[in-house]
């Protein structure tokens, strides 16, 4: 076997232990005499399951009990339009704050269901720096104030949780949930597809204060009413099984590895790591987002020739360091550094990236 360190940026490396436990109970779950996947969501074994996922991923945030946790499906960009149209009425003003690609996914979600109103964007800057809150202008009855924790393509996260007084914070923590100790209570809600930082794709994570449950929202079907799923348990229809399970393992792994206090350790300790090769690179790689907002997860960077990006991801690839290749709306690489991201694998890259800045200097 040849598992190569993955810097995919989701789906993304899972931990070797979980999948090695998701391979051993396959065929059989714990003596119940079928599979994790093939048995009814209903029944014990299941139930079992999902609410352990539940009670582990309370206890790795440190989720109030105040707020309620659905396991959803349709990834984050389905959540982009439920949240309108659960949290808004037809034709309120939505405030959104755009720092890169996935804010801009989220107006387009919601557009047909909310005024929005973006309140402040980084894009005429190329999407490198936060607008500081002073700068917002926010709306007067806005329904909420929608943030991306962290930008996966541009690599810009928030390093502090914006105020927005009474009018509920809603963030996409896709790629940066469970990284660090988050305090919940300051955010009305919280997302994130779980192939990032979770678990597998095909299951979402929902956290949301309970009060806002109450608000009528728009006219919608039950099945895109977030109360409905609350009430059910998650399960108004056949929940993915399979992911749900694979996302308990990884919670139970992080809670044995030390919890969020571990992995924001870890995760600080690899971008520090990171960054350092590439501004005393003198040049020879960077990466232009403004230092106090660098992504902790998403590490894109550029080679001061892209003559060179080919010899770089082949000789990376040959070097066990996989899936370095940017995304294709900025080009030169990215690497994505997650929670299952050891940090033996970001010290693999950043002396891969020495050695060949002087191989090819
Ligand atoms: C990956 C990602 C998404 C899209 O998630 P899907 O599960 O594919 O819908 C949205 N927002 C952020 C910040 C992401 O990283």
Redesign the pocket.
């Known amino acids: 076997m040849s598992r190569a360190f993955n810097f995919s940026?989701?789906p993304a490396t899972l931990p070797e232990s979980v999948l090695r436990q998701a391979q051993d109970e396959m065929l059989e779950w714990r003596g119940s005499g079928a599979s994790i996947v093939e048995h009814s969501h209903r029944g014990p074994e299941f139930i079992q399951v999902a609410a352990e996922a539940e009670a582990d991923l309370r206890t790795l945030m440190s989720i109030p009990e105040d707020y309620a946790v659905l396991f959803l499906s349709?990834?984050?960009?389905?959540q982009?339009a439920l949240i309108p149209l659960n949290f808004a009425a037809a034709g309120q003003t939505a405030d959104y704050v755009v720092t890169g690609h996935?804010g801009k996914?989220?107006i387009k979600q919601a557009k047909p269901y909310v005024a929005v109103n973006t309140v402040a964007s980084s894009e005429a800057g190329g999407f490198r720096d936060i607008p500081a809150r002073g700068e917002w202008q926010l709306s007067k009855d806005a329904a909420y104030v929608h943030i991306?924790?962290?930008?996966?393509?541009h690599g810009v996260e928030f390093r502090d949780t914006p105020d927005t007084g009474d009018v509920p914070l809603v963030a996409?923590?896709?790629?940066s949930i469970a990284s660090e100790p988050v305090d919940v209570s300051k955010y009305g809600v919280i997302y994130a597809?779980a192939?990032?930082n979770l678990g597998p794709?095909g299951i979402?994570v929902v956290i949301v204060r309970r009060d806002l449950l109450e608000r009528a929202g728009q006219n919608r079907a039950d099945i895109f009413n977030y109360a409905s799923h609350l009430k059910g348990e998650s399960m108004l229809n056949t929940p993915p099984t399979w992911n749900w399970y694979m996302l308990g393992l990884n919670m139970k792994w992080m809670l044995a590895e030390g919890g969020v206090a571990e992995f924001a350790r870890r995760n600080a300790e690899k971008a520090a790591l990171l960054y350092s090769v590439i501004d005393g690179s003198g040049g020879y790689y960077r990466n232009e987002v403004a230092a106090a907002v660098r992504s902790r997860m998403n590490v894109p960077f550029f080679l001061h020739d892209e003559a060179l990006d080919k010899p770089f991801l082949s000789e990376a690839k040959a070097a066990g360091l996989m899936a370095l290749k940017g995304h294709r709306a900025l080009g030169g690489m990215r690497a994505s550094i997650y929670n299952a991201m050891p940090v033996e694998g970001v010290k693999a890259l950043a002396d891969f990236m020495k050695d060949f800045q002087q191989r090819h200097g």
């Open positions: 940026a989701g349709g990834g984050a960009t389905t982009q996935w996914t989220a991306t924790a962290n930008e996966t393509i996409d923590f896709s790629s597809g192939q990032k794709v979402t």
